[in-house]
């Protein structure tokens, strides 16, 4: 008589809820394919990365830090096709969890036209994202709370070392 044992350390075990894996790559892939959609990171489009770090856009179209939930919302907001993932770009040195996160865009259909005729190519998409990041509402807030936390924090006594007895 066989018994199945299960493993509770068994990666398989225990999933969390999200879209399936995708496939290995092969060019008889359609458009609409999850697989054969263009890959974006943060990185492409961060002004403190340099070229050589994955910046692929010039630094007058870049922004400081994205994170890939601004990238979704604003490919999101042009109605394509979007998927995050928890992915970490290659070139990237810290391992640390907010420096994580590639985005997929759907370009084309499946017949090969584009989705969006204004934005087809990948470096038109970056430049689009380079423009539209600084102007989301959660970008316009933070320097304003930053003067205002200088107005305060400069207005009573001075913070710091005093003199020493």
């Not at 299960?6 to 458009?31: E, F, I, T, V, Y």
């Not at 936390?149 to 007895?165: D, E, I, L, V, Y």
Request: proline share 9%; aromatic share 4%.
């Amino acid at each position: 008589m066989a018994t199945m044992h299960a493993h509770p350390g068994h990666p398989g075990g225990s999933r969390m809820a999200g879209p399936p894996p995708l496939a290995p790559w092969s060019p008889d892939k359609k458009h609409s394919d999850r697989e054969r959609w263009v890959c974006i990171y943060p990185a492409y489009i961060n002004r403190k990365k340099t070229r050589q770090e994955g910046r692929r856009i010039p630094k007058q179209c870049c922004v400081d830090d994205p994170s890939p939930q601004e990238i979704r919302d604003v490919l999101q907001a042009l109605n394509m096709n979007v998927l995050v993932e928890l992915k970490q770009y290659p070139r990237e040195r810290s391992r640390e969890l907010q420096c994580r996160g590639r985005i997929r865009v759907q370009l084309r259909n499946d017949d090969g036209a584009p989705l969006n005729s204004e934005y087809a190519t990948r470096d038109s998409i970056l430049m689009h994202l380079g423009k539209t990041i600084p102007l989301l509402k959660s970008r316009q807030a933070k320097p304003q709370e930053q003067s205002q936390a200088a107005a305060t924090s400069s207005g009573g006594q001075k913070k710091g070392k005093g003199k020493r007895r």
